[in-house]
Antibody, heavy 123, light 109 residues
Framework: EVHLLESGGGLVQPGGSLRLSCEAS????????MAWVRQAPGKGLECVAG?????????EYADSVKGRFTISRDNSRNTMFLQMNSLRADDTALYYC???????????????WGQGTLVAVSS | EIVLTQSPGTLSLSPGETATLSCRAS???????LAWFQQKPGQSPRLVIY???SRATGIPDRFSGSGSGTDFTLTITRLEPEDFAVYYC??????????FGQGTKVEIK
């Protein structure tokens, strides 16, 4: 059974940093593209960063986080990360990690989701 | 960037009725790469439909998807109490940044 467990959220002041982690189990982590999707309180879904399985196909970011957030993965630990710097109030959201349905190149069909970790940016 | 617009914003129905949700794209969605997600309060999104019309694992056959190009529909027949939730459409495929619609809430009338 696929399991995704996010951690690392919390309350941070504007301009601060946080590092989110997503620990994966139940599948061959290195074979799948992974993404971070956020949901602001009472709002819809926004994909903020995606990382291809092979790594060499690259990384994608939403314009709203480009230059501030960095996505990475450690396949030896079955873990994905999201380093968030220069945080702003509008980054406040529940951050989910999600797994692509298809292994390999990835089609970004997010079939499995974690329960999320809450990031609150406030002074 | 493809913009997805869902309608209506809220659908008020009784158990046993049929829900028809619309998702309209600002430009054609290639390869029918359109998915629908269900989200209940306090829960993470759950994949319901992908490829515009294929049910995800474990999704009952009262859920069906249709459409192509720029117009897509999610139909839920014989609504069960557990079907009342928010539903999002999303286009996927070439980019991780596939946009989501703003959601349609299906609520109990």
């Amino acid at each position: 059974e696929v399991h995704l467990l996010e951690s690392g959220g919390g309350l941070v002041q504007p301009g601060g940093s946080l590092r989110l982690s997503c620990e994966a189990s139940g599948f061959t982590f290195s074979n799948y593209a992974m993404a971070w999707v956020r949901q602001a309180p009472g709002k819809g879904l926004e994909c903020v960063a995606g990382l291809y399985a092979g790594g060499d196909r690259g990384i994608e970011y939403a314009d709203s986080v480009k230059g501030r957030f960095t996505i990475s993965r450690d396949n030896s630990r079955n873990t994905m990360f999201l380093q968030m710097n220069s945080l702003r109030a509008d980054d406040t959201a529940l951050y989910y990690c999600a797994k692509d349905l298809i292994s390999g190149d990835g089609i970004w069909l997010l079939s499995e989701w974690g329960q999320g970790t809450l990031v609150a940016v406030s002074s | 960037e493809i913009v997805l617009t869902q309608s209506p914003g809220t659908l008020s129905l009784s158990p046993g009725e049929t829900a028809t949700l619309s998702c309209r794209a600002s430009q054609s969605v290639g390869g029918k790469y359109l998915a629908w997600f269900q989200q209940k309060p306090g829960q993470s999104p759950r994949l319901v439909i992908y490829g515009a019309a294929s049910r995800a694992t474990g999704i009952p056959d009262r859920f069906s998807g249709s459409g192509s190009g720029t117009d897509f529909t999610l139909t839920i027949t014989r609504l069960e109490p557990e079907d009342f939730a928010v539903y999002y459409c999303q286009q996927y495929g070439e980019s991780a940044m596939g946009s989501f619609g703003q959601g349609t809430k299906v609520e109990i009338k």
